[in-house]
């Protein structure tokens, strides 16, 4: 059983960085694509960004394009999210998913198809 876990969330003020980290213990994640969601209060979870198994392949979602970097490490079994520029919107309960479908040529922005999913980890953006 893959296990997840989230790190590095944290109050910031606006224009601010923060730098999330996803370790997995369990079988190694590098056939894998992963992916960062959030969820704000009173809202559905969403796409943040996806990256492939081997890394050559990242989506982001339109809100932090350009602002948002995913990046995996697989000899250290950790993904990242460098969040920079980051906006009062961009506060919500941020969450790691492992897609178990093995090598899938292209990663996936839909929450359906990710396997295993992390507690995750609070990021709060001031004003």
């Known amino acids: 059983q893959e296990q997840l876990v989230e790190s590095g969330g944290g109050l910031v003020q606006a224009g601010g960085s923060l730098r999330l980290s996803c370790a997995a213990s369990?079988?190694?994640?590098?056939?894998?694509?992963m992916g960062w969601f959030r969820q704000a209060p009173g809202k559905e979870r969403e796409f943040v960004a996806v990256?492939?198994?081997?890394?050559?392949?990242?989506y982001y979602a339109d809100s932090v394009k350009g602002r948002f970097t995913i990046s995996r490490d697989n000899a250290e079994n950790t993904v990242y999210l460098q969040m920079n520029s980051l906006k009062p919107e961009d506060t919500a309960v941020y969450y790691c998913?492992?897609?178990?479908?093995?090598?899938?040529?292209?990663?996936?922005?839909?929450?359906?198809?990710?396997?295993?999913w992390g507690q995750g980890t609070q990021v709060t953006v001031s004003s």
């Open positions: 990256i492939g198994w081997s890394g050559s392949i990242t």
């Open positions: 998913a492992a897609d178990d479908h093995w090598r899938r040529l292209s990663p996936s922005p839909r929450l359906a198809d990710y396997d295993y």
């Open positions: 369990g079988r190694t994640l590098s056939t894998y694509a």
